[in-house]
Structure formats: structure tokens, C-alpha cells
């Protein structure tokens, strides 16, 4: 049977190629800010900006990840990957999540012992650096940001330099307070809080992540309300073996059995587009059973 595969995102739409061409620039401008902030961070002995340059690194790697990602996921679907390639890009956005959640804690790990075992830090290097790689945050972050309006994984790579933004003005306060009150603890206590704001944003961010890839409901879409509102159907008996999953961000899909015993050329199209309007569903794929022929005490949700 036909499906209908429109999703229900018509905005911020960009160019593929210009995309990309945004994204690898983020890339070169995140690398060149690395390298100048773990030199400057060496150099003044400072493992806040060095804890900076770690995270922007990883933006730069999590580009270049979603850079690839996106590639694969414009291939089209063929006789090995039948629903096609999106996908790709929610790997990648898991494997960039994963990635700085062990980095914020190996960095927590690293300020604590430096809270313990304090070293002198050039305060002026650390707000010079620092204020060139909010430029630079700054930068990367608008090239990006049309973008993730309509990608989870470019979204992540949006959110992640708006983090350094605010890690470096973090920064850049702990080297005005070295200069001043010459406060040593005060670059570990930063580092930790960079952590802590790293860590806590990729916890908050890879839930939906998985929740795709293990197949789960979309957020938006209440079971109960769905399954009340096609049994509402005239026509519609019974609905049941329900699966509701995401085959990326954009697309929501349902199989389900339907019991009716009016002319199925009627009720599907019925169903269709209840699931279409109602609840964002672009991809349903229906098997019609009459009452006298329908599964004998069926799971109403999944297969028992």
C-alpha cells in the first residue's frame, strides 16, 4: 500500500551543499581555536583553558562527525538499508554525546586534584585566549545555528559552542580575579563548573538520542489519546499490535492491526489522516481485519 512520507518541518531549510559548507568552516575555525587555547593554556599554566580547549576540540570532532553523518544520510534507501540512511546522523549525535560526557568527568577528575595542588596561571594569557575563543564560539555558533532548527546533531554542535561561550566569559572572569586577589582556586572551582555544565547538558541531550534508536514513542505523541481517537473512527472497531517509532528525528511511524468490518478502502484513509493531522504521523502501515477473523485476544500495544 502506498505510504505518504511528507514530514512537518518546512523551515530553516538550507541548501545540503551550503550546509555543509558551514559546517566544515565551524570545523577549520573550532581547530585553529584549539591548538592557540592548549598552547596559551601550557604557556600560563592554566587547566581551565586547557579544559576549554579539550571541549572545543571535541565541537571540532563532533563536526566532523556530523559533516560525515550528513553525507550518509542523503543516500537514498536501497535493498540493504530499506528505510534508508538518516539515521546516521543520530549515531553520530550519540557517539559526540557519549564522548563529552567522558570528557567533563575525566576533566572534573583532573580539577579536583589541581584544587589539592594549586600552580601559578598567568591570568592576562588566560583572558586573552579565552576572549578570542568566545569570538571564535561566537562565530561557529552562527554559522550553525539556522541549522539545528532542523538537525538534532548539528543542534547538539550549536548548543555545544553556546557552552563554550559561556565557559570562556567563565574563563575570563577567573583570569580577572587572578589579577586581582591573585586567587589560584579559582581556576579548578571554574573548570569544575565547565564540567558540571558539559556533563549536564550532554545527559539532558542524549536521552532523545537513544530514545530514537531504541525505537521509542515520540515525546509528542500520547498512546492512549491516539488509540481513543482511531477507535473513535466511524467504521473502527478495535485497534491493536500498536508500534509507534521514530525512523528519524523528521518522520514518525505506525503499524498497527485495525478491526473493522466497513469497506477498508474507507477506513484507511480515514486513519491516515487522523494520524497525519492529529499527531504527526507520516508513515502508517495498516492491516485491516474483519471482526469475525481478528486476532484472538491480541496485545493492544506491540506483539505479546
Same mark, same amino acid.
Not at 22 to 51: C, E, K, P, Y
Not at 249 to 258: D, G, N, P
Given at each position: 500500500?502506498?505510504?505518504?512520507h511528507h514530514g512537518h518541518h518546512h523551515h530553516h531549510h538550507i541548501d545540503p551543499d551550503a550546509g555543509d559548507a558551514r559546517?566544515?568552516? %565551524?570545523?577549520?575555525?573550532?581547530?585553529?581555536?584549539?591548538?592557540?587555547?592548549?598552547?596559551?593554556?601550557?604557556?600560563?599554566?592554566?587547566?581551565?583553558?586547557?579544559?576549554?580547549?579539550?571541549?572545543?576540540?571535541?565541537? *571540532?570532532?563532533?563536526?566532523?562527525?556530523?559533516?560525515?553523518?550528513?553525507?550518509?544520510?542523503?543516500?537514498?534507501?536501497? *535493498?540493504?538499508?530499506?528505510?534508508?540512511?538518516?539515521?546516521?546522523?543520530?549515531?553520530?549525535?550519540?557517539?559526540?554525546?557519549?564522548?563529552?560526557?567522558?570528557?567533563?568527568? @575525566?576533566?572534573? @577528575?583532573?580539577?579536583?586534584?589541581?584544587?589539592?595542588?594549586?600552580?601559578?596561571?598567568?591570568?592576562?594569557?588566560?583572558?586573552?585566549?579565552?576572549?578570542?575563543?568566545?569570538?571564535?564560539?561566537?562565530?561557529? %555558533?552562527?554559522?550553525?545555528?539556522?541549522?539545528?532548527?532542523?538537525?538534532?546533531?548539528?543542534?547538539?554542535?550549536?548548543?555545544?559552542?553556546? *557552552?563554550?561561550?559561556?565557559?570562556?566569559?567563565?574563563?575570563?572572569? =577567573?583570569?580577572?580575579?587572578?589579577?586581582?586577589?591573585?586567587?589560584?582556586?579559582?581556576?579548578?572551582?571554574?573548570?569544575?563548573?565547565?564540567?558540571?555544565?558539559?556533563?549536564?547538558?550532554?545527559?539532558?541531550?542524549? =536521552?532523545?538520542?537513544?530514545?530514537?534508536?531504541?525505537?521509542?514513542?515520540?515525546?509528542?505523541?500520547?498512546?492512549?489519546?491516539?488509540?481513543?481517537?482511531?477507535?473513535?473512527?466511524?467504521?473502527?472497531?478495535?485497534?491493536?499490535?500498536?508500534?509507534?517509532?521514530?525512523?528519524?528525528?523528521?518522520?514518525?511511524?505506525?503499524?498497527?492491526?485495525?478491526?473493522?468490518?466497513?469497506?477498508?478502502?474507507?477506513?484507511?484513509?480515514?486513519?491516515?489522516?487522523?494520524?497525519?493531522?492529529?499527531?504527526?504521523? /507520516?508513515?502508517?502501515?495498516?492491516?485491516?481485519?474483519? /471482526?469475525?477473523? %481478528?486476532?484472538?485476544?491480541? /496485545?493492544?500495544?506491540?506483539?505479546?
Amino acid at each position: 500500500m502506498p505510504h505518504d512520507h511528507h514530514g512537518h518541518h518546512h523551515h530553516h531549510h538550507i541548501d545540503p551543499d551550503a550546509g555543509d559548507a558551514r559546517v566544515a568552516w %565551524a570545523i577549520g575555525v573550532n581547530m585553529l581555536l584549539t591548538v592557540a587555547q592548549i598552547v596559551g593554556g601550557l604557556f600560563a599554566g592554566s587547566i581551565a583553558l586547557i579544559a576549554d580547549a579539550i571541549h572545543n576540540l571535541s565541537d *571540532a570532532m563532533s563536526l566532523v562527525i556530523a559533516f560525515v553523518a550528513r553525507k550518509i544520510a542523503r543516500r537514498p534507501s536501497d *535493498a540493504d538499508m530499506t528505510f534508508g540512511y538518516a539515521r546516521a546522523e543520530i549515531v553520530a549525535a550519540l557517539i559526540n554525546y557519549t564522548t563529552l560526557i567522558l570528557i567533563a568527568i @575525566y576533566l572534573a @577528575y583532573e580539577a579536583v586534584w589541581r584544587l589539592f595542588d594549586p600552580t601559578e596561571v598567568k591570568g592576562w594569557i588566560v583572558v586573552v585566549v579565552a576572549g578570542i575563543a568566545l569570538a571564535v564560539d561566537t562565530v561557529t %555558533a552562527l554559522l550553525t545555528y539556522r541549522m539545528s532548527k532542523d538537525s538534532m546533531n548539528i543542534r547538539a554542535a550549536f548548543l555545544h559552542n553556546v *557552552a563554550d561561550a559561556l565557559a570562556s566569559v567563565a574563563v575570563i572572569i =577567573g583570569g580577572v580575579l587572578l589579577l586581582l586577589y591573585d586567587w589560584r582556586l579559582v581556576d579548578p572551582i571554574i573548570t569544575i563548573g565547565i564540567s558540571g555544565y558539559i556533563l549536564w547538558h550532554s545527559l539532558v541531550e542524549i =536521552g532523545p538520542v537513544i530514545r530514537i534508536l531504541m525505537l521509542g514513542t515520540p515525546s509528542s505523541v500520547d498512546v492512549a489519546e491516539l488509540i481513543d481517537a482511531v477507535e473513535a473512527l466511524p467504521g473502527v472497531d478495535d485497534v491493536h499490535h500498536l508500534h509507534i517509532w521514530q525512523i528519524d528525528e523528521k518522520h514518525a511511524s505506525l503499524e498497527a492491526h485495525i478491526v473493522s468490518d466497513a469497506d477498508a478502502g474507507e477506513v484507511i484513509p480515514l486513519v491516515r489522516g487522523l494520524l497525519s493531522d492529529r499527531f504527526g504521523i /507520516s508513515h502508517a502501515t495498516l492491516q485491516v481485519e474483519r /471482526s469475525v477473523t %481478528a486476532c484472538e485476544e491480541p /496485545s493492544v500495544i506491540g506483539h505479546a
